[in-house]
């Protein structure tokens, strides 16, 4: 089968032969449908051979949607045909935080070298893949593959952020979005359809701004040292009472730190290296600041049945299996608008 795998540290993604996985045990072999790129995997491909954590060549992809193709002995949640989804941050299942369904939090994954599929366990972007355990999968039902895929990352990992914030964002209420790629536009939808808070949304491009307008943002303004003033202007002084930064580099960090309102919420879901020092004087009245990883399985449930209310639309570009890398490639560059979605049966 055709598999996306990075192979050499440093070195841009190929599309290689590999075996069609066989299922263990307690395992699923998927067919998958459709796989999303995030811009994680650009920061996973940058790092030097000291920070990773599993052994390379890795077939990417830790969105995936498919259907299920085999199932190993003893599976008996699913059944082959099933149209599923993957919860893709994998844990131990038995430790407290996996109990609760946050296997994002897993107590143990590291010390039992648990990965999730494209970031140490083979990933999605493959023909098929392989899911070690039914736990891992949640029913996709009658919804469209391209539009679900995004949903397990780029929905998933907004919706956790912001229903975090959720009581701080009541009438009369701003919240800034800052980064309007693949998480930011899915993150303002999921804050229009679940808050009354008027949403400010920050890029550096202004097609993605354009974006942002369309997708249901009151006020998109470019990013630059003047943001700060320009949310501070538009919120008569007060502040954002939450301001989520899906870039994470160090300029962001600190325009998030200048926006926030006194007792607001800031969270850093980038992975773009920055930080936001907190002190007295430093950062507003009672601010929070956090960082997130992912989201739980319940709240996979949650986007996806949200996606179910036709109230969140994610834009996709779809490209086929071989095309993969120039999917990289313009999603580094910044050119991808939304997310984009390679489909491995085309
Ligand atoms: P993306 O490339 O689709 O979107 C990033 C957006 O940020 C683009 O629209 C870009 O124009 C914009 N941007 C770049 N520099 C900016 C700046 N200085 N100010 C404002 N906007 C700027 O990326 P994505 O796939 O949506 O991922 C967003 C970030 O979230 C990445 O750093 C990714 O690694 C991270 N991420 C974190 C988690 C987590 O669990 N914490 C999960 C998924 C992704
Ligand atoms: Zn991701
Ligand atoms: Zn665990």
């Known amino acids: 089968m055709k598999a996306v795998q990075y192979r050499a540290v440093g070195a841009a993604p190929e599309v290689v032969q590999v075996p069609v996985p066989v299922p263990g045990p307690g395992q699923l072999l998927l067919k998958v449908t459709a796989a999303g790129v995030c811009h994680s995997d650009i920061a996973v491909m940058s790092w030097p051979a000291e920070a990773l954590t599993f ?14 193709a085999a199932v190993g002995d003893g599976v008996v949640a699913f059944e082959v045909g099933d149209a599923v989804a993957v919860y893709g941050p994998w844990g131990c299942g038995s430790c407290a935080k996996c109990a609760e369904g ?29 899911v070690d355990d039914a736990r891992h999968l949640v029913p996709l039902g009658d919804l469209d593959p391209v539009q679900a895929v995004p949903l397990t990352d780029a929905g998933l990992t907004p919706y956790h952020a912001i229903k975090r914030s959720l009581p701080k964002l009541v009438p009369g209420s701003t919240a800034v979005v800052i980064g309007t790629g693949g998480l930011g536009h899915v993150a303002i939808q999921i804050l229009r359809a679940l808050s009354p808070a008027r949403v400010i949304a920050l890029d550096v491009s202004e097609e993605k701004l354009a974006l942002a307008r369309e997708v249901g943002a009151h006020e998109a303004i470019l990013s630059n040292a003047e943001s700060v003033d320009a949310v501070r202007k538009l919120t008569g002084g007060k502040g954002a009472e939450a ?10 960090a600190a325009t998030a730190g200048g926006c926030v309102a006194i007792e607001g919420d800031v969270t850093i879901v980038g992975l773009g290296g920055g930080s936001l020092p907190v002190g007295f004087g430093t950062t507003a009245y009672e601010a929070s600041v956090t960082s997130p990883y992912w989201g739980s399985r319940g709240e996979l449930l949650e986007v996806l049945d949200l996606a179910r209310a036709g109230v969140i639309s994610v834009h996709t570009e779809t490209y086929k299996i071989d095309e993969a890398p120039t999917a990289y490639e313009r999603l580094h560059s910044g050119a991808v608008r939304g997310r984009a979605v390679i489909l491995p049966q085309e």
């Open 55 to 68: 052994p390379l060549p890795l077939i990417l992809g830790h969105e995936g949607v498919g259907t299920v």
């Open 102 to 130: 946050k296997e994002n939090y897993c107590l143990r994954a590291k010390e039992l070298g648990i990965n999730p599929p494209g970031l140490g366990s083979p990933g999605a972007m493959a023909e098929y893949m392989i």
């Open 243 to 252: 301001v989520f930064d899906f870039v994470g580099a160090g300029p962001t």
